[in-house]
Nanobody, 125 residues
Framework: QVQLVESGGGLAQPGGSLRLSCVASGFTLDYYAIGWFRQAPGKRREGVSGIASSDEMTAYADSVKGRFTTAIDKTKNTVFLQMNDLKPEDTAVYYC??????????????????WGQGTQVTVSS
């Protein structure tokens, strides 16, 4: 069974940093993508970032570009989201998701088939 487990969420001050991780298990794929999505109370879920296992190409939402970086450790099927210069509007539950057989990476959630349970990120002064 495919399982995605997020960790690393917590409380940060504006301008601070957090590092999220997503450990994926229960599958064997030559190529895939793992994306990060977030949802704040009363808001729609939005794509944050994505990374492809094949060439490690990345995609980012405009709202986080230049502040967030995603990376992959393919030996452990683990993806990271380094979040710097955090803002209060980054407060949300962050989810990772798996896109099997990805030939490119994007942040549209329609292509992601498996989802983690989420980890809370709170940014406040």
């Amino acid at each position: 069974q495919v399982q995605l487990v997020e960790s690393g969420g917590g409380l940060a001050q504006p301008g601070g940093s957090l590092r999220l991780s997503c450990v994926a298990s229960g599958f064997t794929l030559d190529y895939y993508a793992i994306g990060w999505f977030r949802q704040a109370p009363g808001k729609r879920r939005e794509g944050v970032s994505g990374i492809a296992s094949s060439d490690e190409m990345t995609a980012y939402a405009d709202s986080v570009k230049g502040r967030f970086t995603t990376a992959i450790d393919k030996t452990k099927n683990t993806v990271f989201l380094q979040m710097n210069d955090l803002k209060p509007e980054d407060t949300a539950v962050y989810y990772c998701a798996l896109r099997p057989s990805a030939d490119y990476v994007g942040i549209g959630e329609e292509a992601y088939s498996y989802w983690g349970q989420g980890t809370q990120v709170t940014v406040s002064s």
